[in-house]
């Protein structure tokens, strides 16, 4: 299959630019966070990357809880000017959102690519895959995000800043974040891998991280996207995806019920795109607009990819036939089954 | 080194060192002599937005500027040996200047420092770009927002002299808890200096709040004038007491077991 009309290779392209850009595109834009291109991106780029070139919104979000709502509260100060910050970061973040909507996650995301390379990594290695969760499962993980969301980038913050839990629960999910440690390491530095001993909540956060983020490169090569499914920057996208400006549309047809290839293609195994017969808007809280579904899709104009109005890329017989031949290539071509051709070659040399 | 500037040392005149908050402790039995203890997380979160105050020596006839985020400045004045920096309202590192001129000598002392307020639109590479004396050292970079200087950290200092790179000038840090290095920039004005880690050691492997000061300074002398330039700034314990590289790896190779045992088990059952 040509690679330029083959969208998971352009969106594959797309990746690895944006992580040379925010993990070390710091060089074009500044040093300082004044110079970052945001400060309120809405992808994992971390502000611990001194190379990065912007920095995800859920860290101005942690600050200005613990240093101007929570301090705004304890110090019985005027409260709209404690939340301002958080508003000017909340319009910021919306600003850029309204562009991708959560394509922010299946396109730019520094970690969400890192998995994915992992995953593909997985496959050529030949390791043995697990290509869907089960549905209970996912459905069990599905509020994790919300509870990180909420405790973690708003909760424990805002309490810190009040007073009533230690600062060192002041950013508790850069804390805990692999991205904070993935993109650190990609620039050569090691100091964010650590086991801080200074207090037990410290003590509990930094192991936490460093065991999580083991745990996500390990699970990466097995299953599609692990730590993506508990992200809380999936969760703050699923808030405002109705103002995105890229949808993932639904016509469903009678053949939808026999099918659903979208949702085994769907890296976040959301199965209600293929059970969804009623909404036309399928862009679900778990969703990435990744576009996979849509290019598995076999049906003509089925799913689509919206931008605004306009349909960018829509289900296609011809192009699900070209994909599918593509994907069954590349799945095939593994280390795995190098080795066994060349175990079966020396064998027929033998004989 | 010439006679000169020999002489010249020894009649060094302004110090400007960071005083410490009021409610601030002093340093705890065992730290070095130059260290403060912010033992309080709360505290010092609530002296986040306190003015900042110096103690500044021998400032009769000195010059004192502030200078703001945009370039703009303030001039200041010394109040009984002490400066205290006027809140801008802008967040963002301001510069403070001190110059005095001797005739013969031209004294000049320099502290970046972080004011809190409203975001203030522009990076700290203009504030460091722009010629704020005439010999100047400049840190390249300052440490970024949230960033702090510490023990064991190498950082890169721009000795800078008339808006140029000043090559092959010897350079002195000396801290506030007693130790000394030296250093000689290079062809393009930068030398890198390594903060000692000189702080005493604590028995428990505790998270040690205490911070000291270190200052950086060079002198050139050109068409007769002898130039004295100093830098100084806060730094803080190296985390490395209390956080370990090797556990975190070790904590990290768990974590890869415990998922390829999960990612192989679920591949298994898939």
């Not at chain 1, 639904?250 to 026999?258: F, S, V, W, Y």
């Amino acid at each position: 299959m040509n690679p330029v009309k083959n969208l998971s290779a352009i969106r594959k392209l797309v990746q690895i630019g944006a992580f040379v850009f925010f993990v070390y595109g710091g060089t074009l834009t500044g040093y300082y966070l004044a110079d970052k291109v945001s400060g309120a991106l809405p992808a994992l780029s971390c502000a611990y990357d001194m190379q990065g070139a912007d920095l995800c919104t859920l860290i101005p979000f942690q600050h200005q809880m613990d240093h101007r709502l929570g301090e705004a509260i304890a110090g019985g100060g005027n409260l709209m000017m404690g939340l301002m910050p958080t508003l000017i970061t909340l319009a910021t973040f919306l600003v850029l959102f309204v562009f991708l909507n959560k394509a922010f996650c299946g396109w730019i995301c520094p970690l969400g690519t890192v998995q994915e390379l992992l995953h593909n990594l997985g496959q050529k290695l030949g390791l043995q895959r697990r290509e869907s969760l089960d549905p209970g499962l996912v459905k069990r993980i599905r509020p994790v995000k919300w509870i990180l969301l909420l405790l973690l980038v708003f909760g424990f913050p805002l309490l810190a800043g009040i007073g009533w839990v230690s600062h060192d629960l002041g950013d508790p999910f850069c804390k805990i974040c692999p991205s904070r440690i993935l993109t650190t390491l990609a620039t050569g530095e090691t100091s964010q891998l650590y086991l801080d001993s200074s207090s037990s909540i410290l003590l509990v956060l930094s192991l936490t991280a460093d065991f999580l983020f083991g745990l996500t490169v390990a699970l990466a090569l097995s299953v599609r996207q692990p730590f993506c499914r508990i992200c809380p920057m999936l969760a703050l996208h699923a808030v405002f995806r109705k103002l995105g400006l890229l949808r993932l549309v639904k016509l469903g047809t009678a053949r939808c019920d026999r099918c659903g290839l979208c949702a085994k293609a769907c890296p976040m195994d959301i199965t209600d795109i293929h059970t969804e017969m009623e909404k036309r808007d399928v862009t679900f809280e778990d969703c990435t607009l990744c576009g996979r579904c849509v290019e598995f899709c076999p049906d003509k104009d089925v799913l689509q990819l919206k931008y605004a109005l306009l349909p960018v890329f829509s289900a296609d017989p011809a192009y699900f036939k070209q994909r599918k031949k593509a994907q069954r290539n590349w799945e095939k071509a593994n280390l795995l089954s190098l080795l066994r051709g060349g175990q079966k070659l020396a064998g027929a040399k033998r004989q | 080194m010439n006679t000169d500037i020999q002489s010249a040392v020894s009649i060094l005149m302004l110090t400007l060192l960071m005083q410490s908050p009021a409610v601030v402790v002093q340093a705890a039995a065992g730290s070095g002599p130059g260290s403060t203890n912010n033992s309080a997380t709360g505290q010092q979160q609530s002296h986040r937005r306190a003015p900042k105050k110096f103690r500044l020596e021998n400032s009769e006839g000195a010059v004192m500027r502030l200078w703001k985020p945009d370039l703009s400045t303030t001039a200041l004045t010394a109040e009984q040996g002490s400066i205290t920096l006027p809140r801008t309202g802008v967040d963002n590192y301001h510069a403070l200047v001190v110059e005095k001129d001797w005739g013969y000598l031209k004294e000049s002392l320099i502290r970046y420092q972080y004011m809190h307020g409203k975001p203030s639109g522009h990076s700290t590479s203009e504030l460091t770009a722009v010629e704020k004396t005439t010999f100047e050292i400049v840190p390249d970079p300052v440490p970024r927002e949230h960033q702090h200087y510490r023990s064991n950290d190498s950082w890169n200092f721009l000795l800078r002299f008339r808006g140029a790179p000043a090559a092959q000038v010897p350079v002195a840090l000396e801290t506030s808890n007693g130790s000394r290095l030296n250093g000689v920039s290079d062809s393009n004005g930068l030398v890198t200096l390594r903060i000692p880690d000189d702080f005493s050691r604590l028995d428990a492997e505790e998270r040690d709040p205490r911070t000291a000061e270190f200052s950086v300074s060079a002198e050139m002398a050109d068409a007769g004038i002898i130039y004295q330039t100093r830098l100084s700034a806060e730094y803080r314990v190296d985390p490395g007491r209390w956080q370990s590289l090797g556990l975190g790896v070790f904590i990290t190779g768990t974590g890869l077991v415990a998922g390829g045992v999960l990612g192989h088990r679920a591949g298994r059952s898939a």
